[in-house]
């Protein structure tokens, strides 16, 4: 059999596009991942800036809602990770694990971007409960609070020098003694009063029983340890989108997103089109995700209207 249009992702932006397809009587498959399903929201505890929850909403709530909202119009979603795709030709296909294939006249790629782990004890646990990877999102939760930023690139300082809006002190983690960033980025980052940099500096522990208490800092040089309290670790260290699946049949960037043609979601093979953190270096938050995700589900509805 073959679909209209399956999409692969099943987060902000993979939901949204399933419940416009749907909603235009596409009859979407959402091949939603296994152990991600429900994309990097899963991980966190309150969302506070997704339009339409006045007292905010929790993050696996919002999925579940998306979810619902998408099956209430009739999207089949699939809980299965997809292993291989082939994107070429008037029907594309999905193959999951256990080699069943989807096939489609079009396909959504929403499979988001991983934002790199210290990869070290407790990070997960706390995940939500202090550790983020995100300063627009969780900067407000921690008003007059001491804040740890880790990373010395361009988007640790810029992090580091927003959330000093927030926080009575913000202690930048650097391994090396010197940053990465950008020497503007640098003097804006010496000259905050806020701010102070741990030279030569690594995270070796996230303490804390139910929140981040404080992390155990290891100097680089000397291998000295030390507690640093702390109510919040945000990690600026990078991320990677999700297009691995994708490499070497449609063109992606210098930095492994998906390239899409000015405005639109059309990537550079007729009939596949990609939203959210895969496309997105800029902006990654769910509204922006869900955003586009509604227009790669218009995007696919017009391409396939002109096929037929
Ligand atoms: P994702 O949500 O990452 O979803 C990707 C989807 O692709 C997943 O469902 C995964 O299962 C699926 N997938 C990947 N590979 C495959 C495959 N091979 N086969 C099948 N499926 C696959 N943003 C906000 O606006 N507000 C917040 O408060 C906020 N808090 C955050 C807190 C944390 C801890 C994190 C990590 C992010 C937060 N963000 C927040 C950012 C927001 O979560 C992302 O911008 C948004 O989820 C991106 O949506 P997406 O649909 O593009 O990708």
Redesign the pocket.
């Known amino acids: 059999m073959v679909h209209e249009l399956v999409i ?7 939901y949204t596009a399933a419940i416009y397809a749907a909603r235009a009587e596409m009859k979407p498959i959402v ?3 296994a152990l ?6 899963m ?2 505890t309150e ?4 339009p339409g929850f006045t007292d905010g909403i929790m993050g696996p709530e919002l999925m579940a809602t998306m979810q619902a909202q998408a099956e209430r119009f009739g999207a089949e979603i699939l809980f299965e ?2 292993v291989d795709v082939q994107l070429e030709g008037e029907v594309k296909t999905a193959t999951l694990d256990d080699g069943t294939v989807y096939r489609a006249k079009a396909l959504i790629l ?4 991983a ?1 790199r782990e210290l990869g070290i004890e407790d990070e997960k646990r706390l ?2 409960r202090g550790v ?3 300063a627009t ?2 900067g407000f939760f921690f008003k007059d609070k001491e804040i740890v930023v880790v990373g010395g690139g361009d988007s640790a300082v810029e992090e580091a020098t927003f959330l000093t809006r927030f926080g009575k002190k913000v202690t930048l983690v650097h391994r090396r003694d010197v940053l990465r960033a950008s020497k503007i980025m640098v003097r804006r980052a010496e000259n905050d009063p806020k701010l102070t940099i741990a030279w030569n500096s690594e995270i070796v522990a996230i303490n804390g029983a139910d929140q981040v208490e404080s992390v155990t800092l290891r100097d680089t040089v000397t291998g000295e340890e030390r507690e640093l309290p702390t109510s919040a670790v945000f990690e600026a260290i990078g991320h990677e989108p ?1 297009s691995t ?1 994708f490499q070497g049949k449609l063109d992606l960037d210098e930095e492994g997103y998906i390239s899409v043609q000015g405005r639109s979601t059309r990537t550079s093979v007729e009939g596949v089109f990609a939203c ?3 496309v997105d270096h800029t902006y ?4 922006t ?1 869900a955003g586009s995700g509604c227009q790669a589900a218009l995007d696919a509805e017009r391409w396939l209207a002109l096929q037929a």
């Open positions: 692969i992702g099943s987060g902000p932006a993979g091949l939603a991942g991600d399903a429900g994309g990097a929201l991980n966190t969302v506070e800036n997704f990770d997809v929403a499979t988001g971007s934002y995940s939500g983020s990877w995100c999102c969780d999700r699946l959210g953190d895969v990654r938050q769910a509204i995700a």
